[in-house]
C-alpha cells in the first residue's frame, strides 16, 4: 500500500526539479570540461593541411604499395599482422591459465577466482600503447616491442573473455565425470574443455580483429607495423603516402574483420 | 445464405443497436465500409477475397475465424497497417485507401487500436503511454517536448478512470499485469477520442478472469460511448457473449455475417469447415 | 560406413588447420624478429626498468594534476561530440527506424569505415592540421566516439520492440512524434549506457593521445620516458591507472543502475 501512495504522488513536481538540477549540472560540466581545451593554438593553415590531406586521400601514392627494395605498404601491413597474430596467440595460450584460475564456478573460494579477475582487469587497465613504450625502453623499438606489448595487454582481455565463457558452461558433465571417479585435471580436460573450445577460438580470433586495429598504431610510438612509415609521411607531409597508408588499414581492417566474422560464424 | 442476412427486412443495426450514445450526425452513414476489398501479400499469398462489408456506428462486431483466415489482415487493413491490394476502404465516408501524410493520420487518430501484446512502451509510465494517444492532436515541437494541455492529463486520467487502474498512472507499464497492460491500450484509444476500436485479439495473452474484465471493459465502453468496436476473437463462446454481429472469414473470403443470434452451431461449423472443437470454447464453467 | 571417410577428413582437416597455424605462427615470429630466446632476455629486461621505476618520486604528482584534468575534460567534450554527431547517422542506419536501404546502406558503409581508423592514427591526423594541443585531442576522441556510438546506438535501435511502433503509426503519429514515442522511451537507458562505455574507452584513449602531441597526460610520459626520468614515470602510470580504473568503476556501476 505504501508503494502504491508513493507512487501516485505526481512525479511530475519533483520530476520538474529534478530535470533542472540535472540541466544545470549539464551545463556546468561543459563549461568545465570547455575551459580545459585551448583553443587559440589551432593553425591557421588548418584548412589548407585538411585539403591537402583530402588530396592525398584521392590522390594515393600508388607506388608506394610495393617497391622491390625497401619500405612499402605490403610489407608494412604484413609486419602489422604479424605482430597482431604472434601477440594474440602468444596471448591466447597464456590467458587460459589465467581463465581457469578465474572462473568462478569451478572453484569453491570466491577469492580464488576474485584474484584472478583482479590480476586480469589490472593488466587490461595499462592501455597497450603505455605498455609498448615500456617494453621499447626494455628491448628496444621494432615489432618484438609490439609483440610483448600486445601479448601482454591481451592477456588481460582474452583471460577475461575466457573466463566468462567457462562460467556460463554446464557443469552437469564435470559432475559426472568426477561422479565416475575422474580427478580434477581429468574432469577439467573431459567436461570443460570441449565445452569451451569453440567460445575460446571464437573469442581469439575476435581478439585478433581488436588487435591488429591496435598493431597499426605500434609504429606511430616506434613499436613497429604500419604506424612506422605513416607517422614519417606524416611528419615529412607527403599526403599522398598518407593516403595510401591510410587506405591501406582501412581495407586490412575490413578485410580481417571480415573473414574473422566468417570463420567466428562457422564456429557456432 | 445466413452471409446475406442484411438482406433481411428484419435486422437494422441503425435502428436496433446503436442508438446508445453515436453522436448526432453520424447516425446515416456507415462508419466503416469495404469496397470490394482483396489483398494479396508480396508473397502471393492472399489476405483478402472480395470483401464486401458496411460497419454502422455504436455496432459490437466479433470476427471469428480459423487461424490464418484473414481476421488480423482485415482489422489492419481498416486503420493502414496492412495496404489493400484492390477495393477501397471508407471511414465515416472518407477513403483512408487513397489518404496520404497529414490526411491519414487524422484518420488514424479517430481509430484506436488494441494489440494482442499490448505493445506499449514498457518503460515508460502508464499516463505516457496513454498520453501518446493523443500525439496527433498537437504540434510536433509541443509533443516532442512533453508539453501536454492540462486537459489531455486529464483525459488520460479519466480514462483510466473508466478501465479502473487510475491508481497505476505513474506506474511504469512493466510493473502492471497482463490484464492491467491491455486496460492501459483500451485507455490510450479512449484518450485518444477514437469513433472507432480495432482489437485484434485483445484476450489472446490473458487468463480467464483478466479475459472478462477485459471484454467487460470493451463492451461497456462501446454501450457507453457508442465507440463502433470490431474485435477479433479465437474463442466462439465469448464471441456469442459480447458481440452484436458477427461475422465469420475463412481463407479471407467472407462466409458468415449476421446478429448473434444467427450465429448458430452450425453456422460457426461453417465458418471452421467442421464443427466446433472445444479448444474453440473458453468453457468458463468447466475445466 | 559414412562415418569412416568423414572421420578421416575431419582428421586431415584439423591437421592441415594445425599445420597452417604453424606457419603462421613461424612466419609472424620471423618477421617480428621474435624467438626465444630474444623473449626470456626481453622480460629481464623488462624487470630491469620496472627496477629503475620505484620508489615513485611523489613530489612529481602535483605537476600532473593539470594534464590529467584535461585528459577528462578531452573525454568528455570528445564522447558528447560524437554522441550528437551519430544521432542522426544511427537513426539513418537502424532498418526499423528507416525503412528505406537506399538511406540506411550508404549510412552503415559510412560507419563502418569510420571504426577503422584507430585512435592514435586520427590523433596524428587531427594533430598535423589543427597543430599540437587538446583542441586536436578532442576531435579525434568525437571521431573515435562516433565510430564505436553509432555501431551499438544502431545495433540496440533495431533490437527495440516494434509494437510501440505500430501503436504510435495507428494513432496517427508523424515521423517524428514516432520516434519520440515509439524508439526514445525504448532505447534512452540503453543509449546511455552506452555513452558510457564510450567515456570509459575515451578516457583509455585520452591519456595517450599526448604521444603524438593531442594534449592531455601522455605528453608527460613520453617527457618522462625520453629523460630516463622513470621514477617520474611511475607516478603518471600509477596516476593513469587510478583514472582509468575509477572512470570504469563509476561507469559500470551507473550502466548497472541503467539496465
Ligand atoms: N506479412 C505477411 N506476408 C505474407 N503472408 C502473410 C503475412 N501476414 C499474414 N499472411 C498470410 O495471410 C493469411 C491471413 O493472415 P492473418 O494474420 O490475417 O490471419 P488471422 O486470421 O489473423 O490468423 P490468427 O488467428 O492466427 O491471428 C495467412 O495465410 C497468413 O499466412
Ligand atoms: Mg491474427
Known amino acids: 500500500m505504501t508503494t502504491q501512495t508513493a507512487l501516485q504522488t505526481p512525479v511530475n513536481r519533483y520530476g520538474k526539479w529534478y530535470k533542472v538540477g540535472v540541466l544545470v549540472l549539464l551545463v556546468a560540466l561543459y563549461a568545465w570540461a570547455v575551459s580545459g581545451i585551448p583553443f587559440t593554438g589551432i593553425q ?38 604479424s605482430i597482431a597474430f604472434l601477440g594474440t596467440s602468444v596471448a591466447a595460450i597464456l590467458a587460459v591459465p589465467f581463465a581457469f584460475w578465474s572462473a568462478q564456478n569451478l572453484h569453491k573460494y570466491k577469492t580464488v577466482s576474485g584474484s584472478g579477475k583482479a590480476i586480469l582487469s589490472l593488466i587490461r587497465t595499462f592501455p597497450e600503447v603505455v605498455v609498448a613504450l615500456l617494453f621499447i625502453k626494455a628491448v628496444g623499438p621494432g615489432s618484438f616491442a609490439g609483440v610483448l606489448a600486445l601479448g601482454l595487454h591481451f592477456v588481460g582481455m582474452l583471460g577475461k573473455w575466457f573466463a566468462e565463457a567457462m562460467e556460463s558452461i554446464d557443469l552437469g558433465p564435470m559432475e559426472a565425470l568426477t561422479a565416475s571417479g575422474a580427478n580434477r585435471l581429468q574432469a577439467l580436460w573431459f567436461a570443460v574443455v570441449p565445452q569451451v573450445m569453440p567460445h575460446f577460438t571464437s573469442l581469439t580470433l575476435y581478439g585478433f580483429e581488436i588487435s591488429v586495429r591496435s598493431a597499426t598504431i605500434l609504429g606511430i610510438i616506434g613499436a613497429g607495423g604500419i604506424g612506422t612509415p605513416l607517422i614519417f609521411a606524416l611528419q615529412s607531409r607527403s599526403w599522398s603516402r598518407v593516403g595510401i597508408i591510410l587506405l591501406g588499414i582501412i581495407v586490412m581492417v575490413t578485410l580481417i574483420d571480415y573473414l574473422s566474422g566468417f570463420l567466428r560464424k562457422k564456429l557456432v | ?26 447516425f446515416d452513414g456507415p462508419m466503416i465500409e469495404f469496397q470490394s476489398v482483396s489483398k494479396v501479400y508480396p508473397n ?39 495496404e489493400i491490394t484492390h477495393g477501397e476502404i471508407l471511414i465515416d465516408g472518407k477513403s483512408i485507401t487513397a489518404a496520404r501524410g497529414k490526411p491519414l493520420r487524422m484518420l488514424r487518430r479517430d481509430i484506436g487500436m488494441i494489440f494482442q501484446n499490448f505493445n506499449l512502451v514498457k518503460r515508460s509510465t502508464v499516463l505516457r503511454n496513454v498520453l501518446s494517444g493523443r500525439v496527433a492532436y498537437h504540434s510536433t515541437l509541443r509533443t516532442l517536448l512533453g508539453l501536454f494541455p492540462r486537459e489531455d492529463v486529464e483525459l488520460a486520467l479519466k480514462a483510466l478512470e473508466r478501465v479502473n487502474i487510475r491508481d497505476k498512472a505513474f506506474v511504469r507499464a512493466d510493473q502492471l499485469s497482463g490484464g492491467q497492460q491491455q486496460r492501459v491500450s483500451i485507455a490510450r484509444a479512449l484518450a485518444q477520442g477514437a469513433k472507432i476500436i480495432l482489437a485484434d485479439e485483445p484476450v489472446a495473452s490473458l487468463d480467464p478472469l483478466t479475459t472478462k474484465q477485459v471484454m467487460d471493459d470493451l463492451k461497456r465502453i462501446n454501450q457507453e460511448s457508442g465507440i463502433t468496436t470490431m474485435v477479433n476473437l479465437h474463442f466462439v463462446d465469448l464471441a456469442r457473449e459480447y458481440a452484436t454481429r458477427i461475422i465469420g472469414l475463412r481463407a479471407g473470403q467472407l462466409v458468415f455475417d449476421g446478429p448473434v443470434e444467427a450465429a448458430t452451431d452450425e453456422a460457426f461449423a461453417e465458418i471452421y469447415g467442421r464443427p466446433i472443437d472445444k479448444d474453440e470454447l473458453l468453457g468458463r464453467n468447466g475445466a | 560406413m559414412m562415418t569412416v571417410p568423414s572421420k578421416v577428413a575431419t582428421r586431415s582437416k584439423s591437421a592441415l588447420t594445425t599445420v597452417i597455424l604453424f606457419l603462421l605462427l613461424w612466419g609472424s615470429a620471423v618477421r617480428t624478429h621474435t624467438d626465444l630466446g630474444h623473449l626470456v632476455s626481453g622480460i629481464g629486461n623488462m624487470g630491469d626498468l620496472f627496477a629503475e621505476m620505484v620508489p615513485p618520486h611523489s613530489k612529481y604528482a602535483q605537476k600532473i594534476v593539470n594534464p590529467l584534468v584535461q585528459t577528462l575534460q578531452m573525454a568528455i567534450l570528445g564522447t558528447s561530440l560524437g554522441g550528437i554527431v551519430a544521432l542522426p547517422f544511427v537513426l539513418l542506419a537502424a532498418r526499423n527506424v528507416t525503412r528505406a536501404p537506399w538511406l540506411s546502406w550508404p549510412a552503415r558503409i559510412v560507419l563502418n569505415l569510420i571504426r577503422t581508423i584507430p585512435d592514435l592514427l586520427l590523433a596524428s591526423i587531427f594533430v598535423a592540421i589543427f597543430g599540437i594541443g587538446a583542441f586536436s585531442g578532442v576531435l579525434s576522441l568525437a571521431v573515435l566516439s562516433f565510430g564505436i556510438i553509432s555501431k551499438l546506438w544502431y545495433e540496440s535501435a533495431e533490437a527495440i520492440d516494434d509494437g510501440p511502433l505500430e501503436a504510435m503509426t495507428a494513432v496517427g503519429a508523424n515521423k517524428l512524434q514516432w520516434i519520440a514515442f515509439g524508439v526514445v522511451p525504448q532505447v534512452l537507458p540503453i543509449f546511455t549506457a552506452h555513452l558510457l562505455y564510450t567515456f570509459e574507452i575515451n578516457v583509455r584513449a585520452a591519456t595517450i593521445l599526448g604521444l603524438v602531441g593531442a594534449g592531455g597526460i601522455g605528453l608527460y610520459l613520453n617527457n618522462t620516458l625520453g629523460l630516463f626520468q622513470y621514477q617520474n614515470t611511475s607516478v603518471i602510470v600509477i596516476a593513469m591507472l587510478m583514472i582509468v580504473f575509477v572512470i570504469d568503476f563509476t561507469s559500470t556501476k551507473l550502466r548497472e543502475r541503467l539496465l
Not at chain 1, 50 to 79: C, K, T
Not at chain 2, 10 to 15: E, S, T
Not at chain 2, 64 to 75: D, E, M
Open chain 2, 44 to 82: 502471393g499469398t492472399v489476405g483478402l477475397k472480395d470483401i464486401q462489408l458496411t460497419i454502422y456506428p455504436g455496432e459490437f462486431v466479433v470476427i471469428v475465424g480459423l487461424s490464418g483466415a484473414g481476421k488480423s489482415t482485415l482489422l489492419r487493413s481498416i486503420n493502414r497497417l496492412h
Open chain 1, 44 to 81: 591557421s593553415t588548418a584548412g589548407e593541411v585538411a585539403r591537402s590531406i583530402l588530396y592525398g586521400m584521392f590522390h594515393p601514392d600508388w607506388g608506394f604499395v610495393y617497391q622491390p627494395g625497401g619500405e612499402d605498404l605490403l610489407r608494412g601491413l604484413l609486419d602489422t599482422l
Open chain 2, 1 to 26: 445464405m445466413a452471409a446475406k442476412w442484411y438482406k433481411l427486412p428484419l435486422y437494422n443495426f441503425r435502428r436496433e443497436r446503436c442508438y446508445c450514445g453515436a453522436k448526432k450526425g453520424r
